[in-house]
């Protein structure tokens, strides 16, 4: 019988230098979209899709992101005392059940895939989900939860997967498709930022991922990849050399890229056009503002 996913990792150990010199104090993780740090987005997600704990590889400098998941309690009687149930409620959502959380250090910013195989002792021999918080997916079903419903039809190790244009793909890692089953591919191999002319497709893996233990022992093994980094596509990829089955995930929904500051302010935009309290104020704001660009062509 397969192992249920009850644990994921979330590796926020990383630089962040795109968002420098915010980052040089805040961590981009809990920056926020529209009133929400990153890392709740990733949070609700992973409830959603049925994970149980959840482990942040952090780094020094990440404090805040700590201190972001402790209870209030100041916060909680002032709003009790002035009768903010909504707002206790928002605030409440956010507490994170005793012993669910837990924390590990990345001494050394080198590479996703060695933040991930720093959390190896809290995985064990289970399957495990690997999210990235700058990768915010906005989707009907969340897009993790879409991911564990079908691996618990295919098993093996999935990616999610999306097609990305051509001259983009060095970006990304992507899959050499084996057979395309539509809304998963089986894959027989990965390929981390490849030129645009050595790309074996243009189905690129974002940051959501159900893994196999076998990847943490191939992370334990594997040398630095592009980049000098320690590559988790690398340690995925020989999953399949050693003959064990990867699939691609083709998940529903919108992508935002919001390590990137042209993808934050996409998702900020959209989220925002997302909510009932926002909508219309900022739908007026960005119709002037269009009319005031086409005006000045
Ligand atoms: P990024 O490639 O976005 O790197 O990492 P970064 O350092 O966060 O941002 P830039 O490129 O300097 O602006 C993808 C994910 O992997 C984590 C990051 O925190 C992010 O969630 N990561 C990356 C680590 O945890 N450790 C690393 O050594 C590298």
Known sequence: ???????????????????????????KEIMTLVDRPLVQYAIDEARAAGIKEFIFVTAKGKSA???????????????????????????????MDSGAIAYIRQHKALGLGHAVWC???????????????????????PCLQQMVEAYEETGGSMVAAMEVPRDKVSYYGV????????????????VEKPKAEDAPSNLAVIGRYILSPKVMSNLGKIKQGANGEVQLTDAIAAEIEQGRDVFGYRFDGTRFDCGSKAGFLQATVSFGLSRDDLRDEL??????????????Q
């Not at 402790?70 to 959502?93: C, F, I, M, Q």
């Not at 064990?124 to 915010?136: Q, R, S």
């Not at 002037?288 to 000045?296: D, E, I, S």
Request: proline share 5%; charged share 30%.
């Open 1 to 27: 019988m397969k192992r249920k996913v009850t644990k994921a990792i979330f590796p926020v150990a990383g630089l962040g230098t795109r968002f420098l010199p915010a980052t040089k104090s805040v961590p």
């Open 65 to 95: 992101l700590e201190d972001y998941f402790d209870t209030a309690p100041e916060l909680e009687s002032s709003l009790k005392k002035s009768g903010k149930t909504d707002l206790l409620e928002t605030l409440r959502s956010t507490y």
């Open 175 to 190: 899959l050499d498709v084996k057979e395309d089953h539509g809304k998963h591919v089986s894959v027989s191999g990965m």
């Open 283 to 296: 739908a007026d704001y960005l119709d002037q503002l269009y009319a005031h660009r086409r005006a000045a």
């Open 119 to 141: 959390a190896r002792r809290f995985i064990g021999n289970e399957p495990f989900a690997v999210m990235l918080p700058d990768d915010v997916i906005a989707a009907e079903k």
